[in-house]
């Protein structure tokens, strides 16, 4: 298995987006981490061992996973990045919605957990990665974005977003249609598929057939080793971080969304004017 390094900063986030495809004892190593953080950097990995009721070995090769050369390194991570938060940082058990709450309560916790889902998308997002996906679709024949059900609809809004300055795009929602269209692309297409669990069988189908055809290929995904990223040259990593009382629509939507949107705006910054004129023109286009 791929070993995603986490950075200073990042180990929280990573251990979440990660956390689906841990094996059992290691997903036990990772729930204890993320409910005990600031009690982990104090333990010895004997003490973690007995406490989360796993192996040493089992500890070290969790750390290695991460890209960490054994527990004192994570350990040591893992110290710097909870330092360096912010001391009135909301818990994330805040921002879950109660009976009790009004509703400008509840506008003020959907606040906490849109700032906390972006914060957790920028540590994951690797910006060279996301510099590379826009290069490659400035330069691409054509691009197509792939995703059912929510994440069809981030497709369908990436497809308004980058044609309005200009880019050959489209966006297919239907299997049937990802597919048929997957397979017949070339080498100088690009296909995005758009799936936050990463184990959308349809999306990973048709960037697996749009591989196949020899096009490039990108994955946005909450989880860095799931199906659908063996099929991806790129990957960029969206974040989730949410309240369990407020499902997985708002948090989901608007990472992929800004994601997408980072990508949109570096197209614009390395062509101002010509995104500008051909901006003008399609908005020129829809006035009735």
Same mark, same amino acid.
């Given at each position: ?15 979440? !987006?990660?956390?689906?495809?841990? %094996?059992?004892? #290691? ?11 600031a009690?982990?950097?104090? +333990? ?6 007995? %406490? ?11 750390c ?5 050369? @054994?527990?004192? /390194?994570?350990?040591?991570e ?12 909301k818990?994330?058990? *805040? ?7 009004d #509703?400008?309560?509840? @506008? =003020?916790?959907? =606040?906490? %957990?849109?700032?906390?889902?972006l914060?957790?998308?920028l540590?994951?997002? *690797? ?10 679709i ?9 995703g059912?059900?929510? !994440? @069809?609809?981030?497709?369908? /809004? ?11 795009? /489209? ?19 690009? #296909?995005?598929g ?6 959308? &069988?349809?999306?990973?189908? &048709?960037l ?10 990108? #994955? ?17 990593v ?9 499902? /997985? !629509?708002? @948090?989901?939507?608007i990472? =992929?969304?800004?994601?997408?949107? +980072? ?10 004017s010509?995104? =500008?004129?051909?901006k +003008?023109?399609? %908005? ?5």
């Amino acid at each position: 298995m791929q070993h995603i390094p986490a950075k200073a900063g990042k180990v929280l986030d990573m251990m979440g !987006s990660l956390h689906e495809s841990l %094996t059992p004892s #290691a997903r036990r190593i990772s729930d204890f981490v993320l409910a005990n953080p600031a009690e982990v950097t104090k +333990l010895s990995i004997a003490e973690l061992s007995q %406490t989360a009721n796993v192996g040493e070995a089992t500890i070290i090769r969790f750390c290695r996973t991460l890209g960490f050369k @054994g527990f004192q /390194d994570f350990k040591m991570e893992l110290a710097i990045e909870l330092s360096s938060q912010s001391k009135n940082e909301k818990s994330l058990l *805040d921002t879950d919605v109660t009976p009790e709450d009004d #509703a400008e309560l509840i @506008g =003020q916790k959907l =606040q906490s %957990t849109i700032n906390s889902v972006l914060a957790e998308t920028l540590n994951l997002l *690797d910006f060279t990665t996301l510099e590379k996906v826009a290069e490659q679709i400035r330069t691409s024949r054509a691009v197509y974005f792939f995703g059912v059900g929510s !994440s @069809g609809i981030t497709a369908e /809004d990436a497809k308004n977003k980058f044609m309005r300055i200009g880019y050959n795009v /489209d966006a297919l929602t239907n299997n049937h249609f990802m597919y048929m269209k997957a397979a017949l692309l070339q080498p100088d297409d690009l #296909a995005i598929g758009v799936s936050h669990s990463g184990s959308s &069988a349809e999306t990973a189908k &048709a960037l697996k057939l749009a591989k196949e055809a020899g096009a490039k290929t990108v #994955a946005i995904t909450h989880n860095p080793r799931s199906t659908i990223t063996e099929h991806a040259d790129w990957v960029l990593v969206n974040g989730n971080r949410q309240g369990k009382l407020q499902g /997985d !629509s708002i @948090g989901t939507k608007i990472s =992929q969304l800004f994601v997408l949107d +980072l990508v949109y705006t570096l197209l614009v910054r390395d062509d101002v004017s010509g995104a =500008q004129v051909k901006k +003008l023109k399609t %908005t020129k286009a829809l006035e009735s």
